[in-house]
């Protein structure tokens, strides 16, 4: 890990969780991961984690663009939680430990997001997008904005096994393989519970 991730991680756990301790150098080297765990295992965190590890060498070398490295999709609703605890509060409280800004954006795009927001996230877009399947498909129609997403490092779905069931993943399926074709070297990173079959779960995760 980064000096300042591992600093923060010592500081806030004993250790790797299991998702962690087999995902995290998974990413790192670029593999598709599909993390599949019971809830409350640390999944989400461990997508983050693997993400703003990269991010975070990125933005001490000063070499961070102004682009959307990482998007972040969930069927639910109900995401703030789940984003604060394991996003936002570690990005936070990493600056505190350096006493420095890490200049890390994270922005959330939805379908109740303004006009105003939308026109502010072309002009500074975020390094990590927290959006919804269907705002998703809308971006890469959009020419201005399909333009950010252009060699995104980074997809991360959460709750595969919701996605995987219903209409509304196949709709998710056919933008990633959209967004593969603006960033060949795409990253896909699955967090799921323990669903069965898992070995189809993974399938549909890393499409065609």
Not at 133 to 151: I, R, T
């Amino acid at each position: 890990l980064n000096p300042i991730v591992r600093t923060w991680f010592k500081n806030k756990f004993d250790s790797f969780c299991l998702p962690q301790k087999y995902a995290v150098l998974n990413i790192h080297n670029s593999r598709n991961t599909l993390v599949s765990a019971i809830t409350g295992s640390g999944k989400t965190l461990t997508g983050f984690l693997a993400v703003l590890n990269e991010l975070i060498t990125l933005s001490e070398k000063n070499e961070l663009k102004d682009k959307v490295y990482c998007i972040y999709v969930s069927p639910l609703k109900a995401l703030a939680a789940d984003i604060q605890v394991n996003l936002l509060d570690p990005l936070r409280e990493m600056e505190q430990q350096e006493n420095k800004k890490l200049d890390i954006r994270v922005g959330l795009r939805t379908g109740d997001t303004s006009v105003g927001e939308r026109q502010k996230m072309l002009k500074n877009p975020p390094h990590i997008l927290i959006t919804t399947s269907e705002s998703l498909a809308l971006m890469l129609s959009s020419p201005k904005f399909s333009e950010l997403l252009k060699d995104v490092k980074y997809f991360i779905m959460d709750e595969c096994h919701a996605f995987a069931e219903n209409k509304r993943g196949v709709h998710l399926s056919m933008s990633i393989e959209r967004l593969q074709r603006l960033s060949p070297n795409l990253i896909r990173i699955g967090l799921s519970a323990t669903a069965e079959p898992i070995e189809e779960i993974a399938q549909f995760l890393v499409g065609s």
